[in-house]
């Protein structure tokens, strides 16, 4: 499909998501010829740069964390698209030279905005953009949080929708992209031999866990505003929740997946918020500072850095099947992975699939077999599909913010979240948040997995976390 001319904006340019992710995705972009004929980045920033020096500055990036192979060259090439223009976006003074700028780029060009930036801004830019004639023919996208609570998702969502229209609104979540997110739809329901046992009667709890090893880094501030709940449940966690539990959509795009989204994330609850969420805070290891010792931390902090929960939904499909979450920083392995575990049939280990998202690939089948040469002895034996192991380099598998970018130049919202989910979720996690003021914080040592409490939440129901210990001593 022809993609329209565009002008993409990205507001907050010399942020580490604009060097990290955004301009080396749309290097990649390029480089695999997904961009139109007539396109132009500007990368708005308040610092004292020149298009020269940002360029500069951009260079190492691209080098660094591009996926397609980049020489000088191709990088020269891609760069002669790329502007610096230095405006404050609170203030007015920039926004009537912006309007020229893009006017002496293309006239008619489609304007995309993306705010990386805090969401306490996304407003401001919106009303500045409007009363300087600048959403005419614009989009936007939006880096998760969207707000920092319901009020506030519902407050901006308000003022974006009624200045642009929801169609023109792209909210990000990296998550959905993910390779092996979307491959859940075809594993779920391209496959008879799992599309039928997927719910209560086959199945005796989910487990999905979204675990870093990293600790908070440089975003002391930031994490000690939000925490582990609020950074990751209402959207990566409820997202890749919601897709592995829906029902079938009628169709695979945006409407239809969304609709089936929305209706299972209204039937999700938490039963008792005392006793089911877990929350917990990383001590010091070997190397490695405690939580409370981080910069911009304070040494009597009480945010969380890791949290469990167990929610319930309460439809035919699911009801009495737990589904434990967590997250966690300063784990013992990076690793984002969503398993379902079976019933036992009499005297057997349980059959699991595991879904591997990231950094591995792939899809984990556990079942039990009759032991060679034996008449009844069984053993329980695995099959491990290891996609990233088959996508060597991964040179044509494209990393989630380019997926997401070329979506959104392309108008499919397929990739996105719709509003009603955000509502939906930050209802939830405002619940819990309001409802465990009192929950103990429970410390555990950085690069381990997180407080022992978390698994007497399971075992309190006769499960464990599927970790790749148990796995070890349930295959042996
Ligand atoms: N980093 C990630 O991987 C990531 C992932 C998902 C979501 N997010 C979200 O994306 C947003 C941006 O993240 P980030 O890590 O890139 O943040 P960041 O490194 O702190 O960058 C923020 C950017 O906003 C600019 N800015 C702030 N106030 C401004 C003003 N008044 N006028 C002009 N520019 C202004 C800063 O410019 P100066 O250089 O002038 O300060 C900087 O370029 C945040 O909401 C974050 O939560 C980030």
């Known amino acids: ?53 940002y360029r500069q500055r951009l260079r190492p990036w691209l080098k660094e964390h591009s996926r397609c192979p980049i020489d000088d060259e191709s990088m020269e090439l891609y760069l002669s698209y790329v502007s610096y223009f230095k405006m404050t976006f ?110 209560r009667k086959a199945i005796k709890s989910i487990q999905i866990s979204a675990n870093e090893t990293v600790g908070v880094e440089s975003r002391g501030t930031f994490y000690e505003a939000t925490g582990a709940l609020k950074d990751m449940f209402p959207n990566h966690l409820l997202q890749i929740l919601s897709i592995v539990t829906m029902e079938e959509p009628k169709s695979f795009d945006a409407h239809h997946i969304h609709h089936q989204q929305e209706k299972v994330l209204e039937h999700l609850d938490i039963k008792n918020v005392q006793e089911d969420v877990i929350y917990g805070q990383y001590t010091q290891a070997i190397n490695s500072k405690s939580y409370r010792d981080e910069a911009n931390v304070s040494p009597d902090s009480n945010v969380e850095t890791f949290v469990a ?55 984990y089948v556990r079942f039990n077999i009759k032991k060679p040469g034996q008449k009844n002895d069984t053993e329980t034996v695995f099959m491990d599909f290891c996609q990233s192991c088959n996508y060597e380099n991964r040179l044509n598998t494209p990393e989630a913010y380019e997926r997401l970018l070329h979506a959104a130049m392309l108008e499919d919202h397929t990739l996105f979240a719709s509003f009603k989910q955000v509502e939906l979720s930050w209802k ?24 022992k409490e978390s698994y007497d939440l399971l075992r309190n129901d006769n499960n464990d976390w599927i970790d790749e210990e148990v796995l070890g001593e349930l295959s042996s």
């Open 309 to 363: 929960l167990k929610l319930a939904i309460d439809n035919d499909r699911w009801r009495d099947v737990p589904i434990y979450v967590r997250t966690g920083k300063r784990m013992h392995k990076r690793s984002t992975e969503v398993v379902l575990e079976f019933k036992e049939e009499l005297n057997q280990t349980s059959n699991l699939i595991i879904i591997k998202i990231q950094p591995d690939e792939g899809v």
């Open 428 to 451: 939830l996690a405002e619940k819990i948040i309001n409802g465990t003021h009192d929950n103990p914080l429970y410390f555990y040592e950085a690069f381990t997995s997180g407080p």
């Open 1 to 53: 499909m022809r993609i329209n001319n565009h002008i993409i904006t990205i507001f907050g340019g010399t942020g580490d998501l604009s060097f990290r992710k955004l301009l080396p995705a749309f290097y990649n972009l390029h480089a695999g010829n997904k961009l139109p004929e007539s396109f132009h980045i500007v990368v708005v920033g308040r610092q004292d740069l020149t298009t020269e020096t």
């Open 90 to 199: 609170t203030e007015d003074e920039g926004y009537p030279q912006l309007k020229t700028y893009f006017n002496s780029l293309d006239e008619n060009a489609r304007l995309l905005y993306y705010f990386a930036v805090s969401p306490s801004f996304f407003e401001t830019i919106t009303y500045k953009l409007k009363n300087h004639g600048l959403t005419h023919n614009a989009k936007v996208i939006i880096e998760k949080p969207f707000g920092n609570d319901l009020v506030s998702a519902i407050k901006i969502n308000q003022t974006l929708t009624d200045i642009l229209g929801d169609d023109n609104i792209y909210r990000i979540d990296h998550y959905i992209a993910k390779e092996m997110v979307q491959n859940i739809y075809t594993i779920r329901f391209g496959n008879a031999l799992f599309k039928e046992i997927w719910g």
